[in-house]
């Protein structure tokens, strides 16, 4: 079994900044992509930022130049931070992980989500 759980959400004003985090454990032999997702009410679900096992990053247009996401390998865990929050980036932010796990099997797993709220 693979877990991801992600931390770090919250109530921030417009304008601030939050870190988010997601940590995957289980039975991992290794992850390839990394990367968070999310989706407001009413909204599909839609990519933030992805980042390859090679460090490659992708970000969505909607949070490009204000968003970095980062990766711990020795940890199995992905961070987000962004800034410059708008009242539109509130949404659930989902972590998503490509896995092989001890079966030799690969897929991908998703965090339960995060609340992120953003003020005006």
């Known amino acids: 079994q693979v877990q991801l759980v992600e931390s770090g959400g919250g109530l921030v004003q417009a304008g601030g900044s939050l870190r988010l985090a997601c940590a995957a454990s289980?039975?991992?032999?290794?992850?390839?992509?990394m990367g968070w997702y999310r989706q407001a009410p009413g909204n599909e679900r839609e990519l933030v930022a992805t980042?390859?096992?090679?460090?490659?990053?992708s970000y969505g247009d909607s949070v490009k130049g204000r968003s970095t996401i980062s990766r711990d390998y020795a940890k199995n865990t992905v961070y987000l931070q962004m800034n410059s929050l708008k009242p539109e980036d509130t949404a659930v932010y989902y972590c998503?992980?490509?896995?092989?796990?001890?079966?030799?099997?690969?897929?991908?797993?998703w965090g339960q989500g995060t609340q992120v709220t953003v003020s005006s």
């Open positions: 998503t992980a490509n896995v092989r796990d001890y079966s030799w099997s690969r897929r991908d797993y």
């Open positions: 289980g039975t991992i032999l290794s992850i390839n992509d």
């Open positions: 980042i390859t096992s090679g460090g490659t990053r």
